[in-house]
């Protein structure tokens, strides 16, 4: 089971799927799908020739592209939302604009993880969601209120119905989030927006970017321009790999290919064979370590020293006498320093060459998290290895004495 299945497993998913089927996505209430409607959405998704603008084809397919892409994008924005929460992100993430919000999804999504997790919740939320759709936003309002929640009472939702040429509406004066879920490459090949201008506007916000796309070949170079520009800017640090869930993911192939921002492509390759999956939280690159005590960045860049010289009496000072530590799931943490000290030992045999980067740090009370990507030559494998990993530590007078860490591993090619 990989990182991503855990946390759908943790996250009582099923709970929400029932809410869902139950409440939002009824058949009766909404009519069954027409399907020649879906086949004009896809000829619009895959075919940038197509003049027509946005709101004019979901105009008369609002309700069928509800109940055919939905559930689906509901899930992904439900788990990018759970990484988003592993990366430590969420808690800074409150005046959030959703572009090209369709029916919602995200802020459904949103609502969703919140009945799940009531207790991880930082409160309240707001959100504006503009779509050039208005009757996505009819839509949405009437899901919205169909749905008997006290949970609903946390967000203040506004609806701007204006198409913007790149900049943003100004109902958010300031968004630390900005969520283009299944709109990015669909608002680049719009005419009417300048890239130039919502680059812009990007840059300006500083604020944690939420992408799910698809990508078709047609969207490539307008997404490698978006990529490029904001490159200097923003980084991807979104790494876990998507679920393999119920049916919905099956079919999803999770490796990974390089692009030039390192986005998380993912290749869906037994349905349709020219689509891939995309998904991307991007962070400014000027708030990477945001750490307001000096003491916790100190600790990061002594852990990092202690990997990357395998210097064990620089992780005997980094660790207090009882710590735990938890390497993996499942397995038994190592409890005490010189367990710890054995196990890093034994690291040290097999790695050499080790780049240890920290990403991104946040902090809450005693916790530090801290999310990092590490490279190195395993000796014994004869190969180099890439891993994406967050670590949580608690510090208790200067030292860690408890340490979890998840991470994700590749392989490169290079021998
Ligand atoms: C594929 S739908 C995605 C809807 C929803 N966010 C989701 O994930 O299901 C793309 C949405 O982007 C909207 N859109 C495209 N270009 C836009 C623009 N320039 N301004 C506002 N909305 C736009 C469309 O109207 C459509 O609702």
Not at 54 to 78: C, M, Q, V
Not at 80 to 109: H, R
């Amino acid at each position: 089971m990989n990182i991503a299945q855990e946390i759908v497993r943790d996250s009582h998913i099923s709970v929400v799927m029932d809410i869902l089927y139950s409440r939002v996505l009824s058949e009766k209430q909404y009519g069954a799908i027409e399907h020649s409607k879906i086949d004009s959405l896809r000829d619009h998704f895959c075919c940038a020739s197509i003049k027509q603008s946005p709101e004019k084809i979901y105009g008369s397919a609002s309700n069928d592209f509800f109940l055919r892409y939905g559930l689906t994008n509901l899930l992904k924005n439900y788990y990018l939302l759970s990484e988003l929460y592993q990366l430590g992100l969420l808690p800074s993430v409150k005046n959030i604009l959703d572009l090209g919000c369709g029916p919602g999804i995200f802020s459904l999504a949103h609502l969703l993880w919140n009945m799940d997790h009531p207790e991880l919740c930082n409160k309240p939320h707001r959100i504006v969601m503009a779509d050039g759709a208005k009757e996505f936003l009819t839509l949405f309002e009437t899901l919205w209120k169909s749905l008997e929640v006290k949970e609903k009472d946390s967000f203040t939702i506004t609806t701007v119905s204006t198409l913007s040429d790149g900049t943003f509406p100004t109902e958010l004066s300031r968004p630390d989030m900005i969520v283009f879920s299944n709109s990015l490459s669909e608002m680049l090949r719009d005419p009417r927006v300048e890239i130039n201008q919502l680059i812009k506007s990007l840059i300006e916000a500083q604020a944690v970017i939420f992408i799910i796309d698809y990508h078709y070949d047609n969207t490539t170079a307008l997404l490698q321009r978006f990529t490029a520009n904001l490159h200097a800017y923003y980084r991807n640090i979104s790494f876990y790999k998507w679920p393999y869930w119920n049916d919905f993911f099956q079919f999803v192939d999770l490796d990974k290919v390089e692009y030039p921002f390192d986005i998380g492509w993912n290749q869906r390759t037994k349905i349709i064979s020219n689509v891939k999956f995309l998904k991307a939280i991007l962070v400014p690159r000027k708030r990477q370590i945001r750490s307001r005590s000096p003491a916790f960045a100190e600790l990061v860049m002594q852990y990092k020293n202690a990997w990357e010289q395998h210097d064990i009496e620089v992780l005997r000072c980094l660790f207090t006498e009882d710590a735990t530590y938890q390497e993996k799931q499942g397995r038994e943490p190592f409890v005490g320093i010189d367990r710890i000290c054995e196990y890093w030992a034994h690291n040290a045999q097999q790695q050499t060459n080790v780049q240890f980067f920290p990403l991104f740090i946040t902090e809450e009370n005693d916790y530090l998290k801290c999310i990092w990507k590490c490279k190195f030559y395993r000796k014994d494998l004869r190969r180099w290895m890439i891993l994406n990993g967050v670590f949580t530590a608690k510090i208790k007078d200067k030292r860690i004495c408890f340490f979890e860490e998840k991470f994700e591993r590749t392989f490169t090619g290079d021998e």
